[in-house]
């Protein structure tokens, strides 16, 4: 199966980037190339670094950015250790970095990895098979406060302390071993009258897959990490696509813009913390009507931006 992932606002985070034809670049969540593919276009002397940790991923942007040579550098990690990654390679500061937190139509469509309530397949939803955490493990072995405030505060589910309860209930009798099987748990643990809005297991899905791979965790610790990274006038380019993350971001960005914490009476700043840049985006950059109606995927897709002093 070919990887397909729709590359969301990828002309508004082109025009973001501000790519200078010499610069380095790095994209932490590579996916299948697409926003890597137009940042290379636009290199002469530049240098290109793609992170992913998924194999599939790496295989597919490598022969998409054959192409460009020894222009480009493939690294299969996890974007928060980008640091070290780079650093290996001689790379210390970049010109421009890039994320795109969505899950890619080629990780959702392959019945086998597990991560969609449309396909009946084992629990998995590992974006990096070699670790030893799955979905499985997730679903059978948390306890049942445990998976309630994931499902609550990962899935946003009004209903997760009735789906935990059911959850446990169930594999009392046996493992729950696939979606399809998780899939009637949930439905049971949701009223009939509450599951016209899209489907039951969407919200508990999103949490189990942001736990299994500590997305959240991930984000909020490698973004001051990268605006340190960045050369001055740099700019930091993050997609998010649940409010989760884009708060995250938000409150990242705010933080390394205006990072004082002397007491607001205070006639002057006293703390010594400097601004590390400016926040560019003041209110998310969305999609546009044509980007919606090609991708649907995209309609909870927002781009910030962060510029280094």
């Known amino acids: 199966m070919e990887f397909k992932h729709y590359s969301v606002l990828l002309a508004e985070t082109m025009e973001q980037l501000q790519i200078k034809p010499n610069g380095i670049y790095v994209d932490g969540t590579l996916g299948g190339g697409g926003h890597a593919y137009e940042v290379c276009r636009r290199l002469t002397t530049g240098r290109f670094y793609g992170i992913d940790q998924d194999e599939d991923a790496i295989a597919a942007a490598g022969a998409r950015l054959a192409p460009f040579g020894s222009a480009v550098t493939l690294i299969r990690d996890n974007y928060c250790n980008m640091k070290a990654a780079l650093g290996a390679e001689g790379v210390e500061k970049a010109d421009g970095i890039l994320l795109d937190l969505g899950v890619s139509s080629y990780q959702l469509d392959r019945q086998e990895r597990g991560f ?3 396909f009946d397949a084992p629990l998995d939803m590992r974006m990096d098979r070699r670790q030893a955490l799955t979905a499985r493990e997730i679903v059978n072995r948390y306890s049942e406060s445990d998976l309630y405030h994931m499902i ?3 899935g946003e589910e009004q209903f997760a302390k009735n789906i935990a309860k ?4 169930a594999r009392a009798d046996k493992p729950i071993e696939t979606t ?3 899939n009637e748990i949930i439905k049971a643990a949701i009223p009939a009258k509450m599951r016209r809005d899209g489907h039951p297991s969407k919200r508990t899905f999103q ?3 942001i736990e299994c791979n500590r997305e959240l965790e991930v984000l909020q610790n490698s973004l001051d990490d990268f605006i340190e990274m960045l050369n001055p006038k740099g700019r930091l380019c993050v ?5 989760l993350e ?3 971001v938000k409150t990242a960005f705010r933080r390394n813009e205006t990072p004082c914490i002397c007491p607001p009476e205070f006639p002057v700043c006293v703390c010594g913390r400097v601004t590390k840049g400016t926040v560019v985006t003041r209110k998310p950059i969305l999609p546009g009507e044509k980007e919606l109606a090609e991708n649907s995927r995209s309609k909870s ?3 910030r931006v962060f510029q280094k002093a």
């Not at 059911?166 to 209930?169: A, D, E, Q, T, Y």
């Open 116 to 118: 969609s309530y449309r």
């Open 152 to 154: 609550k505060d990962y």
């Open 166 to 169: 059911h959850i446990v209930k």
């Open 180 to 182: 399809y099987e998780l």
């Open 207 to 209: 949490a189990i897959r």
């Open 239 to 243: 997609i998010t696509f649940h409010s």
């Open 246 to 248: 884009d708060r995250i």
């Open 301 to 303: 897709a927002k781009l």
